[in-house]
């Protein structure tokens, strides 16, 4: 699942450590999902959009 965070983050000028913090995760939790090392719980996914005030949609890409 490919994700915007890392473009969305910076231009809101946000850490990985500030947006871990806003959705209740680690830094590291972050730069997985971020990377895509780690595919997002749907709680997780929900709590990243809501932190930039946009759909799973706009966050997320899923890809077969």
Do not use: C
Not at 4 to 33: F, M, P
Not at 36 to 52: E, H, I, M, Q, T
């Amino acid at each position: 699942m490919k994700n915007r965070i890392k473009v969305l983050r910076a231009e809101r000028d946000w850490s990985q450590a500030e947006l871990g913090e806003r959705t209740g995760v680690s830094r590291q939790a972050i730069n997985a999902v971020e990377t895509g090392k780690y595919d997002p719980s749907l709680p997780l996914a929900f709590r990243v959009a809501r932190a930039f005030g946009l759909s799973i949609e706009e966050v997320f890409l899923f890809e077969d």
